[in-house]
């Protein structure tokens, strides 16, 4: 029997190769591919992991290669409870690419969605085209956590996942004892404070 | 982005419509590589669903007149390509979808809220009719768009307009206050979630509210009790709550709040699209409401229908005596084959007269004619049963009417199977298209495109939305038909209830027409626009201009819309914008009738068309696939993330065991859908009402790994697999809150 307290959609977005299924799969299976293969027939990826006692089931979504050409489908945005922003520290490109997925996210994700910048592949040191500060304050300009990483070197990626997990959990505790009566379905109240998460590891540790 | 497409398919799918976008997902689901093709920035086509912006962008690009003039001049010859080879000839594909005609916009309240109120509601007709000028239609339209931004821009942030009432002013400083969107959403949320809790017992309320008044008007004896309540009743909306006075600036800064659809359509509860949801996991990816109420012109009143077993025995709105005979007519047409005797004769012979046979009332026969077949008026008694039998049939699965309605507008529901497709490896293109067909002169077969960026790319199958079809293969003078559509935006309810509704209502044919008009009501807990503001849709089958098909509906249902104050005794709702046009319609026509010299390796699909429900595009879909996959299953259940193989070497094998397909569908069907329904019957349909959480929290044994390892392979029995789904979806339930 499946026994779990939450159960949270995240949901990656951010340019073509700059390694969200890396990420995913290094958090939910503790790979890291070397030829990164399509992910033919997967839609999402679970894991189950512990927040305080609580059992918290996520549930995360890739963008099934639709990033690679600009066309997302809106629904994929819909009910995520939570986004996580990637772009890849060794490709400039795909850091000034930010702006137009904010305008994605405005547009179709739920206004309360909790959004995380992630800037992977630190590891590639030499190849670095955006520095740490740069993405700092780009998240801190747009309300957003920010967080570097390495899939491949599983660097923060646990702290990620977990970090979104907490505040979710958190967001969603207090909404229990808002409202002890009805549960309602509605998209998930993940309130006000949502905008200044503070993060426990931020960037420099990369 | 420069990225260059793989130059080889075995299908291209050029549109992403409904029909082509169920289409690309089952080639996707067989193994075919697909590339998806849109020439639109936006997905679903003639099906979309746009926030205020976006409609206005796609009301500009109808009536440029640079792309109409680009239209006529299209296509009339074989065009020169510098990719072709030797043998191949040349065929242009339209840039533009030329589906869309008589578009007219009107708007009927102020720019700004700044003026007194005297000057408070001015009509202005922005865009002529198309027949008094194509091109200064444009213009207007566009300058119209630009002098609304530009009041935007003016207005500029919490300004507060000189003639707020105090409550408003009251609002916006405190929305100014709060520091971003998000606090002042939660703050707006909190009595409505209150409200959704108490739907339920609202509702009974509501129902026999309407129920009573309806005794009053017809023709049964009314005891004074009633009347009483009649009163009350009566005085109660305005006094409860003041429609908000809205400006356009209001709707402009809301542009995001809206979800505004080109074809609103429902689902049957038991139709063809909600089974294929099921069957093939697609479900997943979408979230629905019920529709709340059905409604019915009569006499002049808004009344609620009496569709269920229940609303007919405790409606107060029929006698005892027609309670009898709705129950048992009903009853006969829900398995009308088994009784042919009772209809012998009469199969092609009018329904409206098969009805007054059957000795219904006249309130029955209208009952059953209008709102529970919506009926044409020349339909036949066949034709009639049958609309009676389906909508009887999906009463019920999901709430106390045969319909859901997708949340965020029907434009989600063509995207849902794209993301399936692309999940099974389909490419994505928006904003690109064929640029040219390129045909084997030989074999007339189509080899494949050239892309708008000059990209060839080669196929064995071409689909596409009728829009597509080069011109040279059309042929003149085609006998399609045309979908009238009124888009309103409202101050309130067309019936003030307590909870916000999804209302549906069919008003029948006006004197001297065959066809009902069909309204969709939705408000803000649709997602369909700001609240306290709500969106009228009207439907009918098109015999001229939108606008002159349903004006006499409109009338009806709305304060005049001459652009006279607003009339405050009336409780009627004031429009405060609108738009018509008339949508092509290919869905009766055979392609033979449409095309000429089509390669017999295209296949083309059809847009939306005037009915109710999706059977048409599933079926067309659905023989399509048929034709092009023989012996193929059509989108066969997608594997559960859950049920999933992992193998540890070279990264992972994705899904394709059997058994979890085989599992998935055997206990898909209800398992998935229960726990929804359970919702839905809840009327707290809500923003993550999903589907795919409920279905995520099926069979998984996952612990913390969250994966099945190896433990995959042994699915969870089907009675398993419905216990849990049971219990996923209270815990779903409280992790959504």
Redesign the interface.
């Known amino acids: ?2 026994d ?6 995240i949901v990656l977005i951010g340019n ?1 190769g700059v390694g969200k299924t890396c990420l995913v ?1 290094r958090f ?2 503790g ?1 890291f ?1 070397p ?16 927040v305080d006692g609580d059992k918290v ?3 995360i979504w890739d963008t ?3 990033e ?4 997302i ?4 945005y ?2 995520a409870h939570a986004l996580i922003l990637v772009y890849d520290v060794t490709s400039r490109e795909s850091f000034d690419c930010l702006p137009e997925w904010l305008k994605e996210i ?2 179709y994700a ?3 969605v909790i959004t995380v910048l992630v800037g992977n592949k630190i590891d590639l040191t030499s190849q670095r085209e955006v520095p740490p500060e740069t993405g700092l304050q780009f998240a801190q300009a747009n ?1 957003m956590a920010f967080l570097e990483a390495s899939a491949k070197e599983a660097e923060n990626v646990e702290t990620v996942f977990m970090d979104l997990a907490r505040e979710l959990t958190k967001n ?1 505790r207090k ?2 004892l808002r ?1 002890t ?9 993940i ?2 404070e ?2 200044n998460i503070s993060y426990g590891g931020c960037c420099g540790s990369g | ?1 420069a ?1 260059e ?1 793989p130059s080889e398919f075995d299908a291209i799918v050029l549109g992403t419509g409904m029909a082509e976008s169920i289409l690309a997902a089952a080639l996707a689901r067989c193994g075919q590589k697909v590339l998806h093709l849109d020439r639109n920035d936006y ?1 679903s086509g003639g099906w979309a669903t746009f ?1 205020w912006d976006g409609l206005q962008r796609w009301i500009t690009r109808q009536t440029h007149p640079a792309v109409q003039a680009m239209n006529e001049a299209e296509g009339t010859k074989p065009v020169e390509c510098s990719k072709l080879e030797e043998g191949e000839s040349a065929l242009s594909v339209p840039q533009q979808a030329n589906t869309i005609s008589n578009l007219e916009m009107f708007t009927y309240v102020r720019e700004k809220a700044e003026e007194p109120p005297p000057e408070e509601k001015e009509a202005q007709e922005v865009v002529t009719d198309k027949e008094e000028g194509q091109t200064s239609g444009a213009e207007e339209i566009q300058q119209q768009i630009h002098t609304t931004e530009d009041s935007e821009q003016a207005t500029g942030l919490g300004e507060s307009p000189a003639d707020a009432t105090p409550e408003e002013l009251a609002k916006e400083t405190e929305s100014d206050d709060k ?5 002042d ?2 703050k707006e ?1 909190s009595p409505e ?1 209150k409200k ?2 108490e739907k339920q017992d609202g509702l009974e309320e509501e129902k026999q509210d309407s129920q009573e008044k309806g005794t009053l008007e017809s023709p049964a004896p009314a005891s004074s009790v009633v009347q009483q309540e009649k009163v009350q009743e009566k005085s109660e909306p305005p006094k409860k709550m003041e429609p908000k006075k809205w400006s356009m600036d209001d709707i402009h800064k809301e542009w ?1 709040r809206f979800n505004i659809d080109l074809s609103p359509k429902m689902l049957f509860g038991r139709g063809s699209l909600v089974e294929l949801l099921i069957t093939s996991n697609i479900s ?4 629905f409401k019920a529709v709340s109420r059905i409604l019915t012109l009569l006499n002049g009143q808004l009344e609620q229908v009496p569709c269920s077993r229940a609303d007919v025995f405790s409606s107060k709105f029929v006698t005892v005596l027609e309670k009898r005979m709705l129950m048992k007519f009903l009853t006969f047409c829900v398995e009308y084959e088994q009784h042919p005797e009772e209809y012998q004769g009469w199969e092609e012979k009018p329904f409206s007269e098969y009805l007054q046979s059957r000795q219904l009332t006249p309130n029955l026969q209208h009952f059953i004619f209008h709102a529970i077949a919506m009926a044409t008026r020349d339909a036949t008694t066949l034709e009639g049963l049958k609309s009676t039998q389906r909508f009887l049939r999906s009463l019920g699965r999901y709430g106390n009417t045969p319909f859901l309605w997708p ?2 507008g029907p ?2 529901l063509p ?2 199977f ?2 399936m497709c ?4 389909g ?6 298209a064929a640029r040219e067909l390129i045909i084997d002169k030989d074999s007339n077969k189509c080899k494949g495109i050239v892309c708008t960026e000059g990209q060839r790319i080669s196929c064995r199958w071409m689909v596409m939305q009728g829009s597509y079809v080069p011109h040279m293969c059309r042929k003149p003078d085609p006998p399609v038909g045309s979908v009238s559509r009124g888009i309103f935006f409202t101050d309130r309810s067309l019936k003030a209830s307590e909870n916000e509704q999804i209302t549906l209502l069919s008003i029948p044919p006006v004197e001297g027409s065959n066809f009902p008009v069909r309204a969709v009501e939705l408000g803000n807990g649709a997602s369909a626009c700001p609240k306290g503001m709500f969106v009228v849709h009207l439907t009918s089958q098109g015999t001229g201009s939108a606008k002159a098909d349903l004006q006499p509906a409109a009338e009806k249902l709305f304060q005049p819309l001459d652009g006279e104050d607003a009339d405050t005794e009336s409780d009627r709702p004031k429009v405060l914008w609108c738009v018509y046009f008339n949508q092509l319609d290919t869905t009766d026509c055979d392609p033979s009738s449409l095309y000429t010299g089509l390669p017999e390796n295209i296949v083309v699909t059809s847009g939306p068309g005037v009915d109710l429900g999706y059977e048409q595009a599933v079926q067309q879909a659905r023989s399509l696939f048929e034709q092009m996959c023989p012996g193929e299953e059509f989108l066969p259940a ?2 559960n ?2 049920d ?1 193989i ?1 193998e540890d070497d ?3 094998k ?3 065991a059997p058994s979890s397909s085989d599992n998935s569908e055997e206990n898909g069907n209800d398992s998935e859908w229960k726990p929804d329904q359970e ?1 839905l019957d809840e009327g ?7 589907v ?2 409920d279905a ?12 099945p390892q190896g433990g995959g392979e042994e699915v969870p029995q089907g009675g398993e697999g419905t216990g ?1 789904a049971e ?2 979806a209270k ?7």
């Open positions: 029997m499946e779990y307290k939450f159960l949270f959609k073509a799969r939910t299976q790979l591919p030829g990164q293969g399509a992910t033919i027939g997967v839609d999402f990826m679970i894991k189950t992991v512990d089931k996520l549930q099934a290669g639709q690679r050409f600009r066309s489908t809106q629904s994929y819909r009910s405005e547009q739920n206004q309360q309300n969603a909404y229990l409202n009566e009805t549960v309602d379905p509605n998209i998930t109240e309130t006000g949502t905008t | 982005m990225d497409l997905y926030n520091s971003d969107d998000r606090c959403e939660k949320d979630e959704q809790q995001r997943r990816y979408c979230e949340l965020y434009g989600e995207q849902c794209c993301r692309a999940v099974f490896a490419i994505y293109c928006l904003r690109r997608a594997p993330p859950e999933i992992y070279d990264g992972y994705s899904g394709e919702k707290v349909a809500g923003a993550s009402n999903e795919s959480q995520a929290g099926e069979g998984a044994q996952g612990g913390d790994e969250g994966l849990d219990a996923a815990d779903t339930q409280e992790a959504e809150m």
